[in-house]
T-cell receptor, first 113, second 109 residues
């Protein structure tokens, strides 16, 4: 079975630009979460979506937004990129049960110059 | 804001030895997770702990949860080189996921 997939793998942008990252969950999973992982740190929670609705939000500015589509795939958008947005962006999917075990994709490495 | 602290941050241990990684968190939660991350890779789910007193074991790793003490432990038995990685604990509050600082484990011959 395919795991969580993310695209693109790597991305280079300049300050002020915007970026869209994409995620496809494991088949049967209806919840998708997004995380930012800066080098040497633990992942920071950005959003969780379930059934196209935002169910959780971390402490990130409004420049960060996301949405979930009817097929449960998701996009993360970041506007007005800053140097500090350079990080590995991870997507995770889950069944949305009391277990809520998150399965992570390979990530998108974003570099902002 | 919930804080999740792990210690030690860095751990170098010899093959065959035992050690414990600690994960403390600052608010009530009944759901705690352990993940492994290899350099340049994504996170691999190791354990899901859902209640006080929960204990899970897989190979040389055993995880436990004490919700009253807000403490989880990851015990390593007879370490082998393949266990070298960064280990994260994570707490689910119901609408947010908080990861710990991570413990970078190196197992040396």
């Amino acid at each position: 079975d395919a795991g969580v997939t993310q695209s693109p793998t790597h991305l280079i942008k300049t300050r002020g630009q915007h970026v869209t990252l994409r995620c496809s969950p494991i088949s049967g999973h209806k919840s998708v979460s997004w995380y930012q992982q800066v080098l040497g740190q633990g992942p920071q929670f950005i959003f969780q979506y379930y059934e196209k609705e935002e169910r959780g939000r971390g402490n990130f500015p409004d420049r960060f937004s996301a949405r979930q589509f009817p097929n449960y795939s998701s996009e993360l958008n970041v506007n007005a990129l800053l140097l500090g947005d350079s990080a590995l962006y991870l997507c995770a999917s889950s069944f949305w049960t009391s277990l809520n075990e998150q399965f992570f994709g390979p990530g998108t490495r974003l570099t902002v110059l | 804001e919930l804080k999740v602290e792990q210690n030690p941050l860095f751990l170098s241990m010899q093959e065959g030895k035992n050690y414990t990684i600690y994960c403390n968190y600052s608010t009530t939660s009944d759901r705690l997770y352990w993940y492994r991350q290899d350099p340049g890779k994504s996170l691999e789910s190791l354990f899901v702990l859902l209640s006080n007193g929960a204990v899970k074991q897989e190979g040389r790793l055993m995880a436990s949860l004490d919700t009253k003490a807000r403490l989880s432990t990851l015990h390593i038995t007879a370490a082998v080189h393949d266990l070298s990685a960064t280990y994260f604990c994570a707490v689910d509050t119901g609408n947010q996921f908080y990861f710990g600082t991570g413990t970078s484990l190196t197992v040396i011959p």
